[in-house]
């Protein structure tokens, strides 16, 4: 089940070692609400998680960790993304290293993938499918559908409506960073669902998403996510913040070559089988267990 989990999907979902040690920093007002947000990822037919994930929103730092079997902390990758300078924060705790990504550098990526992904006549519908949203607020429940993906989801606005800023940063900020990863297929679609969940000044509960089979999936599949919101960190919070700062001062800067473990820097090719977010990419594990 860890294997699973670790393999099979993450919710990528967040640096500013500066702020740490400079004055004007250290009014957590000034710097929105501290909260936690609980998600776990489901493939469609099963009961339990494949995924868990602790979101930890501190200070204008957002800390997001991948919990084993036992719920404790996992210790193969922890990402961190300073929502101030816009900068993220990859620790490797495996070999000890750590890779920095400013937004700047992860635009510059998205708009070579995103040329790259029209010029594919297998992956062209990931930009050129527009959405049409379906808002049942009766149900509290919004459709965004595509011909090959649907996307489904329900939720209100949270009854602290000021970590709805930080919220937005963390949804647009961590699909972005999957350019980073040329494993990855583009984000998009799943721009798409973010922009309707920041329109509508939401916190989604439950995600649902649908995948028909295509040029690029060679199964169809479902899955989906849950998610809670906490409006305060705890004492255990707290000391994981501690322990990752010391990781994160200690470990070896590298570039994204090395960090992603390529001999050099990858030309970003589209996968064949999997797709934008941590949901989309279950169904390409699963199939190359088989």
């Known amino acids: 089940m860890k294997n699973r989990a670790v393999k099979y999907a993450k919710f990528t979902l967040l640096l500013a070692i500066s702020c740490l040690v400079t004055p004007q920093c250290q009014n957590s007002n000034l710097l929105g609400q501290d909260f936690r947000i609980d998600s776990q990822v489901y493939v469609d037919g099963m009961r339990s998680p494949v995924s868990e994930n602790i979101t930890l929103f501190a200070s204008g730092i957002i800390y997001d960790f991948q919990l084993s079997d036992n719920g404790e902390i996992e210790t193969e990758e922890t990402v961190i993304f300073d929502s101030r300078q816009k900068t993220f924060t990859l620790l490797n705790h495996a070999k000890q290293t750590k890779l920095d990504l400013s937004d700047l550098q992860l635009i510059s990526i998205y708009e070579g993938v995103r040329k790259e992904t029209r010029q594919d006549h297998r992956s ?15 149900a509290n429940l919004i459709t965004l559908s595509s011909p090959q993906i649907v996307y489904r989801y329900s939720g209100s606005q949270p009854a602290k409506v000021s970590i709805l800023e930080q919220y937005n940063d963390f949804l647009h900020y961590f699909t972005l960073l999957n350019v980073s990863d040329p494993t990855k297929v583009p984000p998009f679609a799943r721009m798409e669902l973010n922009k309707s969940i920041k ?22 599949f479902k899955a989906k996510s849950k998610h809670t919101v906490r409006y305060q960190l705890s004492k255990q919070d707290q000391d994981r913040i501690k ?48």
């Open 124 to 138: 062209r519908f990931l930009t050129d499918d527009s959405f049409d949203e379906d808002i049942d607020l009766s």
């Open 199 to 220: 329109r509508l000044g939401w916190f989604p509960t439950e995600i649902q998403i649908s995948v028909q089979q295509n040029s690029l999936f060679r199964e169809a």
């Open 243 to 290: 322990s990752i700062k010391k990781h994160w001062a200690q470990y070896k800067p590298v570039h994204l070559a090395e960090y992603r473990g390529f001999n050099k820097e990858p030309k970003l090719k589209i996968p064949e089988i999997k797709t934008a977010s941590f949901e989309e990419e279950i169904a390409s594990g699963q199939r190359n267990k088989k």
